[in-house]
């Protein structure tokens, strides 16, 4: 964990994305490239959004836990128009998916997708996980990885 | 959970009317109080009301109930609450209310409005702009909100394999009887040209797609059935009301379209109701977006999974180019959020109202006795309402 960045700077680089003490760990992973989604250490269940139990056993022995990151494109949208953020430019439509993790049926991370054309970007399509800096701020992204799932 | 038909409030509560002002898909120079305040004096007036005949009021979170109240001197209340929308909460909240006697006369009030944060026309007026202060920071790569219903109309394409038009089809039903609807914003009729060109705005969403953000308001006097009587408009009975929510509520984790708010909707208000869809004179699917529509219509048990667009096509009236199911039934006849306007389901219960009161002018179903009101979404906002009168 990132123990080296305080409370008050976590929160100013995460504050536009809702960040809370539920997610404050999850956040921590982002600043060293590791995507953290909440497991029970009890009966093993992934949820997200983080939660301060796990909706399945009611256990609050959660674990933000590093997952691998690959998986396969669930939903998809192409933003035409969007909210302002830096290096995004809507003039080229900018794809938006919710990725289903392979660590868990219907566990979903929703990001954006780089490093191919939006023709070849489509629901089912398998990605991976790789990360950006945006103004800063490190932000995971998916990219194709070419496979058929 | 089995799904409860226990329903003690059934035909205790009822409408005993409904008044608008008519809503402007432009910036009028009016306060969403002011635009209240007309709609509110007008339905007490119709109803032959005085401020003291009421004792509860409840609207929206953007436009308190005390404010409300301040403005129309209403002198002394016992119960009020402004819950979020659609405005199926409204109702549920203050039926509730009437029936468990916290009060006996609500005074339920909605404001669509063009807050800043819906357009750059909005944007622009500084009244606008000090009055719903834009969030900052935005953040693209989320399936939060509207958004999320773009990515599930994407998945509803993907999955059942249906052309655009088949999306199309809601929204020029809704501007063709947008046209015989005075109150509504868009009336001019839309061809499906003029939809598979509308602007893209998130794809596969068009701007056509989206409802319409208007300035207006609806106001309704919501009392007991039996005070209802005595006043001037027949009661419309409240015969059922809930909500509905699964567990996977958050946008992007919501299950599949085959399990969210809607199915716990249509499975409660089928139990708890004396009538279903083959017993209405005229459906109010929600239309927010028309994904919506489509999902509503298959949900209720008009049509199989992905067959609304061919249900459409095959109830489609092609005289006045828009839905008429059975040749009988209409649905939206006031054009819906897409072309009345977006006020969040209040439109669609006045007009309910109004049909069962035998008061939609040139709209009118002849002796409309029952609807079904289904409002909002799938994740966190399904709602139900079945309406009838004596
Ligand atoms: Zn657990």
Not at chain 1, 54 to 77: E, F, H, Q
Not at chain 2, 111 to 122: D, K, L
Not at chain 2, 216 to 229: H, L, M, W
Request: aromatic letters at 8%.
């Amino acid at each position: 964990m990132s123990e080296l960045i305080s409370d008050t700077d976590l929160v100013s680089m995460f504050i536009h994305l809702g960040i809370d003490r539920d997610s404050a760990e999850h956040f921590r992973g982002r600043i060293e490239h590791r995507l953290l989604i909440n497991r029970c250490s009890e009966c093993g269940t992934y949820h997200q959004p983080p939660r301060p139990i796990c909706p399945r056993c009611w256990s609050t022995s959660i674990v933000p836990t590093a997952v691998s990151g690959n998986g396969t494109i669930d939903l998809l949208i192409f933003l035409h128009q969007g909210p302002p953020a830096p290096g995004v430019d809507y003039t080229t439509p900018y794809p938006v998916a919710s990725v289903g993790l392979d660590e868990q049926e219907g566990l979903r991370f929703t990001a954006t997708i780089i490093g191919s054309p939006n023709d070849e970007i489509a629901i089912g399509e398998r990605v991976t996980l790789d990360w950006i800096d945006r103004a800063g701020i490190p932000t995971p992204v998916f990219r194709l990885t070419g496979d058929a799932s | 959970m089995s799904t409860s038909s226990r329903n003690p409030m059934k035909d205790q509560v009822a409408f005993a009317g409904a008044a608008s002002t008519g809503f402007s898909a432009h910036n009028t120079e009016r306060t969403p109080l002011s635009l209240a305040a007309e709609a509110c004096t007008t339905v007490l007036r119709e109803c032959g009301l005085k401020a003291s005949d009421i004792d509860g009021i409840c609207g929206p979170s953007t436009v308190s109930a005390g404010d409300v109240q301040n403005t129309l001197g209403i002198p002394e209340i016992t119960w009020w609450a402004n819950p979020p929308i659609p405005f199926v909460n409204q109702v549920v909240m203050a039926a509730s209310a009437v029936h468990a006697g916290i009060c006996d006369t609500v005074l339920v009030y909605h404001v669509p409005y063009r807050h800043a944060f819906f357009t750059a026309s909005a944007l622009r007026d500084p009244f606008r702009r000090v009055l719903a202060p834009i969030a900052g920071g935005g953040n693209p790569d989320t399936m939060w909100g509207p958004v999320g219903y773009t990515a599930w109309a994407s998945r509803y394409i993907h999955e059942y394999q249906v052309p655009k038009e088949h999306f199309g089809l809601v929204s020029i039903s809704d501007r063709s009887y947008a046209r015989d609807n005075p109150l509504a914003a868009m009336r001019e009729p839309i061809t499906m040209d003029d939809y598979l060109n509308a602007r893209m705005i998130r794809w596969p969403l068009c701007l056509l797609d989206m409802d319409v953000p208007v300035d207006g308001s609806d106001a309704f006097i919501v009392t007991t059935t039996e005070r209802a009587r005595d006043l001037p408009f027949s009661p419309v009975l409240v015969n059922a009301a809930v909500l509905g929510m699964v567990d996977a509520n958050v946008e992007d984790q919501n299950v599949s379209l085959e399990h969210h708010g809607h199915h716990v909707v249509a499975k409660a208000l089928e139990a708890k109701s004396d009538f279903w869809i083959d017993d209405i004179d005229v459906y109010f699917p929600y239309d927010g977006f028309t994904i919506i529509t489509l999902n509503w219509l298959e949900n209720v048990g008009f049509c199989g999974r992905g067959e609304a667009g061919a249900f459409l096509e095959s109830n489609w009236d092609a005289e006045q180019n828009r839905i008429l199911i059975n040749g009988k039934v209409p649905v939206n006849p006031h054009g819906g959020a897409l072309s009345e306007g977006g006020t969040q389901g209040s439109g669609h219960l006045r007009e309910a109202i109004h049909q069962l009161q035998g008061r939609a002018g040139v709209r009118q179903v002849p002796d409309a006795r029952r609807t079904l009101l289904t409002a909002g979404g799938f994740f966190y906002n399904a709602q139900g309402l079945a309406l009838h009168r004596e």
